[in-house]
């Protein structure tokens, strides 16, 4: 594990991951201190990973077919995350629909909700088994299930059959800051193993052992919590919101 890390603190020029409380720490921070709010910073994160989705799958490589897109969102913030992320795709022409199947109950995550059936995205009632996914013809799921304050070792249904399902198709897979079953601060055999993984705000701990293509998404972090948790995170170039790790 130590010679994963150092390989992955030298690709992404001396990265600090950030562990799970760290991670807490500063949002609560941000939303205290800072007087972000609670749906900005979600706007902000779904709107990164919607496009750093289009760099790693653009629409030009999906031209043989429809640019579908399943997306499956958790009860919590990660699945909120998801929603808005399914409604910018929508509007960069790809085809998402979602799988919400335990809907969050608070006003925020309801008004997301919202705004994508107003965009006329279609949600599913069930998750469709291995073959279906493969019949209906998704280029790509987007997990959006488990965040990293999830408890990997307490997953529960109908997260936990969900997981197996993900785990057994071939549809490339694209994770929302760690992937659904991996403790965000060590890697874990449980979860999924996704060719995609688009870090927020920075890259936690388990990302360290991620041998996929990965994206930090979320270019707005103050400077001055920057210092205080000694991200080191890398200059984006130019006025991207998203960088390829």
Known sequence: MNGQMDAFLTHVTLISPCSKADAAAIETEL?????????????IWGHACAIAIAKAFPLSSLSKKQPTVLVVCGPEQNGSIGLV????????????TIFYPKRSPHSLHQDFTVQCEKMDIPFLSYLPTEVQLINDAYNLVIDA???PETDHTDVREPYAGILVTLKQIKIPIASLDVPSGWDADEASTDG??????????????CAASFPGKHFLAGRFLPYDIQKKYELNLPEYPGTDCFIEL
Do not use: M
């Open 85 to 96: 992320c399914a409604r910018h795709l929508r509007i960069f022409e790809y085809e998402p």
């Open 145 to 147: 299930i488990l965040g």
């Open 192 to 205: 999924i193993n996704p060719d995609v993984l688009i870090s927020l705000t920075a890259p936690k701990k």
């Open 31 to 43: 939303l205290r201190d800072y007087r972000f709010g609670q749906q900005q910073l979600i706007e």
